[in-house]
């Protein structure tokens, strides 16, 4: 059954939609009704010009305020937010999350494969494929640069890259390139037993990225969001906890490193 859930989900189609909604369906009608009712009564200077049925949010919360994305952003707009770099760089993150928290409150540029559209102020955008070096020579470096939840889909080809086996090495050398030295690098994963979910992501060991740093770069602070999608911020980054990736199956690390030189 998650599997058909799953394949219908992938072509746009979620019984699970349909279902609340034919349950919501009664209420909605009764609703109408009494509403149009109501209208009758008093005059109608708000007159009913169309239907636009919403048929399941009375039995949801009012927001997400969990999960990977809303506390990675949070986290790291708030650590950006106290270093004041003279320049912070992003590669890739949400748009409507991170790089929106960050807009409020300083100019940001943000680096992607795929185009984006905007007129809001203090975002500026570049357009270009961080698994080619040469997009990190026309970008320069950057005393503070971001990459949440982003690496894991380098040369997977979700995004229309091209595909390899080592995009995630590629992209992390040329991440580590726009760092300048005495910056900041923030980085996020998901975590837990290290894998490839085709084509949506990898899942990395907590003890890879660390490892896979080059030389000069330093982790300087450590949290992860668990797989109840809560945030432990600050934590130790300890051989026990690394081991068994904090006991995340699919969890998100988010990595500060600071890169020594002057």
Known sequence: MKRIMSLSRLFGLDPSV????????????????????????????????????????????????????????LHVARRVFEANPRRHLDVGSRVDGFVSHVAVFREIEVADIRRLSTTASNIRFVHCDL??????????????????????????????????????????????????????????VPIGPQRIEFNAHRVFAAKTVPALMPAGFRLEQFSFVDDAGDIHAHVEFSAPDVARNFGCTFGCGIYEFSRTGT
Do not use: K, W
């Open 131 to 188: 698994m080619d070096p040469r997009s990190v020579a026309l970008l320069g470096q950057a005393d503070s640069v971001s990459c949440l939840h982003v690496l894991e889909h380098f040369g997977l080809g979700r995004y229309g890259d091209a595909v390899s086996a080592e995009g995630h090495l590629r992209g992390l050398e040329n991440l580590c390139a726009l760092v300048a030295p005495g910056g900041r690098l923030y980085l996020s």
């Open 18 to 73: 349909t279902m609340r909604a034919v349950r919501a369906l009664p209420r909605f009608l009764r609703d109408y009704r009494s509403l149009r009712r109501q209208l009758l009564d008093r005059g109608q200077d708000f007159p009913i010009a169309r239907y636009y049925p919403v048929l399941s949010e009375d039995s949801e919360e009012s927001g997400v305020a969990g999960g990977h994305y809303f506390h990675q952003d």
